[in-house]
C-alpha cells in the first residue's frame, strides 16, 4: 500500500521530501539520499575500469562506459549524428532549433552549449592556452590553432571559383567572395562609405577618430595602419623593389610604378576643369591649378621673383649665377633658359638660309 501511494505522489507531481542542506525538493526520499551522496559528499564508489573515471550512482557508471564500448543509441532526426547519452543528443538539438540559453555576461553573446559559453569566456579574460609550435602564437580555443596551423602546412583548401585564389579557412574565402560580387555589407557610421570586409571599414574608422598610432621614429610621420608605416620606412631605407620594364626606374611603392608606367603609354586621365590640358600625373594637374589660381609659392632668394613651379625658380636661379647649359647647334652661343636658345634658333635658321 505504501508503494502504491509513493507511486501515485510520483504521477502527481508531489515533492515532499527536502534536501536539508541545499533546500532542493524531491518525490522520493531515496533520491534525497542519491543528491547528498553525488553532490554534498562527493562520494563516488564507482570507478571506469578503462579511464579510472569514478561515479556515485551505478547507472551513471555504465551509461559512461558505453562512451569506451562506442555505443551511440541516439541519433539526430536532422544530421543522423548518434550519441552515447540522450542529454547529449537533447542539447544537440539546440542546434538545430537555434536554441540559445547561455548568456555572455560581458558582450551579451548567446551560445547554444554551455561549453561555448566557456571557452568564449577565456577571451574576454585574456586566456590563451592554446600556442603554436612553430611561431610561438597563442590562441584562446583549439579550433583556432588548428586552422593556424594549415597556415605554416600551407594547407589551402578553399579555392575561389571566379580567379582560382586558394584559401586556408572557409571563412577568408567567403569574404573574398565578396570582393567579386560587389557586395559592401559593411558602412561607416560618420561618412557612409561601404566597405566589403569589416577589416577595411574598422581601418578606415581609425582614419575619424584621427587614430594614426604608428610613428616613423625617423621623421615623425604618423600613420593608421601599420602596413603604412611599413612601407614609408621602405623609404628611408631607400627600398626600391619595384622596377620599370620600360626605362628601369625603381621605386618604393607599386602605386609610384603604376603612376610611372601611365608616362611611357602616353595615359592622361587628369583633366583641368579651366583649359582642358590634360596630364598623366594627378600631381602634375595639382601643380597646374596652381598656374590659373596665382598661386606662387617658390620665391628666388636674389631678387624676390616669385614663381608657380619650382623647377621654373630653378631655371631663373641660373641667370642669377650665369650658368649657360641650353646650346645652339649652328652657332654655338649659349643661353641660360631653354625658352631663348628656341627664340634664337628659330632667328638663326632663318639667317641661315
Known sequence: ???????????????????????????????????IMRIHAGVKNYNCDVCGKAFTVKGDLMRHMKIHAGVKNHNCDVCGKAFTRQGNLMRHMNIHA???NHFCDVCGKAFTLKGDLKLHMDIHAGVKNHICDVCGKAFARKTDLVFHLEIHAGVNNHDCDVCGKAFTRKQDLMRHVDIHAGRKSHLCDVCGIAFTQKGSLKLHMDIHAGGKSH?????????????????HMDIHAGVKNHKCHVCGKAFTRKSDLMRHVDIHAGVKNHFCDVCGIAFTQEDGLKHHMDIHAGVKNHTCDVCG?????????????????????YFCDVCGKAFTQKSNLKRHMYACWHQKS
Open 305 to 325: 621673383k616669385a614663381f608657380t613651379r619650382k623647377r621654373d625658380l630653378m631655371c631663373h636661379v641660373n641667370i642669377h649665377a650665369g650658368v649657360k647649359k
Open 1 to 35: 500500500m505504501l508503494d502504491f501511494q509513493r507511486h501515485i505522489d510520483m504521477q502527481a507531481g508531489m515533492k515532499n521530501h527536502n534536501c536539508d542542506i541545499c533546500g532542493k525538493v524531491f518525490t522520493r526520499k531515496g533520491s534525497i539520499n542519491l543528491h
Open 215 to 231: 610613428l616613423c621614429d625617423v621623421c615623425g610621420i604618423a600613420f593608421t595602419q601599420k602596413g603604412s608605416l611599413k612601407l
Open 98 to 100: 537555434g536554441v540559445k
